[in-house]
């Protein structure tokens, strides 16, 4: 299967964020849809299959820990790249009846993306869009089971883009039992990082680095990362804890949680008020900056003192 055959996912929607679970043009998708995917469901429940076989021991012994157990992503992302590389010829039926019927209906202009948002509101998912179903991969990857599929209706899905850095908060609260903060140790990258989560048996870490959540902080204006530097602040020594360590890896801390709240606030408006090319270094420039954090952060665990 050649890869250009997908490439009607490269190109979005000026208002559509990445991986955001919003069909584009949804008359024409659902046309295709049910044209081409709805008459063959087994057969593409079969290829999906038959991928998981295929990918899950690698999968397994590269990741190693409880997989599947929050590797949703991780499974989706190998999928689609092998999905690219099947052949009919070499598959047995029905499974190369599955992807015929894929291939033809990407070839007339079927839509499939691979989208994050928040599933029943319980938790945060990456699935596949096809034109107007929601396809997940890794359902066993949050219950405990043999690798399956579900198809549905991506209207039947209730599957539903964050709004807010307030409602990401909650919801990786929620789903990791993760204690979520406002991120006032470092001002500077607080307009793309306004957030830092401790999660139970993990270490600390700097939030979000999604690409969704990045683009989500832009079109807001940084109002959602403004609005989320004023949730309940870290105790004075966690504070110390997360400072101390960022200071020796380098990193220019705020001496206090108000005074990294007050810095952190007004380096939003100064994103929000930046040029086209000056906000993009000062993403980039966010981005990898985050990156040697969370190495730095590593160190942490929920012993942490507690807020």
């Known amino acids: 299967m050649n890869t250009a055959t997908l490439s009607p996912a490269d190109v979005l929607p000026a208002d559509l964020l990445p991986e ?3 069909i584009d043009d949804a008359p024409r998708q659902q046309m295709l849809t049910e044209r081409f995917l709805l008459p063959a469901l087994p057969e593409l429940r079969a290829l999906l299959l038959h991928l998981r076989a ?3 021991p690698a999968l397994a012994e590269r990741i190693g820990g409880d997989y ?3 590797r949703c992503r991780d499974i989706a992302v190998a999928l689609e790249r092998a999905l690219l590389e099947l052949a009919p010829a070499r598959l047995p039926e029905p499974v190369a009846a599955g992807l015929v019927a894929f291939a033809r209906f990407v070839e007339q202009g079927g839509n499939v993306r691979l989208v994050w948002g928040a599933l029943r509101g319980q938790g945060l998912r990456h699935v596949f869009l096809f034109g107007t179903l929601c396809v997940d991969v890794a ?3 949050v219950v405990s089971g043999p690798p399956h599929v579900t198809v549905v ?8 883009p964050v709004h807010n850095h307030r409602q990401y908060a909650l919801l990786m609260a929620s789903q990791f039992d993760a204690r979520v903060y406002p991120n006032h140790v470092l001002p500077a990258l607080a307009p793309h990082v306004p957030l830092l989560m401790l999660v139970p048996g993990g270490s600390a870490r700097l939030e979000a680095r999604a690409p969704y959540m990045l683009a989500l902080a832009r079109r807001s204006g940084f109002t959602s990362s403004f609005d989320a530097l004023h949730m309940k602040a870290m105790s004075h020594a ?3 804890v997360v400072a101390n360590t960022l200071a020796a890896a380098g990193f220019d801390v705020a001496d206090s949680a108000g005074e990294g709240k007050a810095a952190a606030l007004e380096a939003c408006r100064q994103a929000r008020d930046a040029r086209p090319r000056a906000a993009q ?4 420039a966010a981005i990898a900056a985050l990156k040697k954090a969370n190495r730095a952060l590593q160190i942490l665990t929920v012993s942490a003192p507690r807020a």
């Open 281 to 284: 270094a000062q993403e980039e």
């Open 20 to 22: 955001e679970p919003r």
């Open 153 to 160: 209706p991506l209207a039947q899905a209730r599957l539903t």
């Open 238 to 240: 966690m504070f110390n």
């Open 68 to 70: 599947p157990r929050g």
């Open 54 to 56: 295929q990918l899950d």
């Open 139 to 141: 359902p066993d990857s």
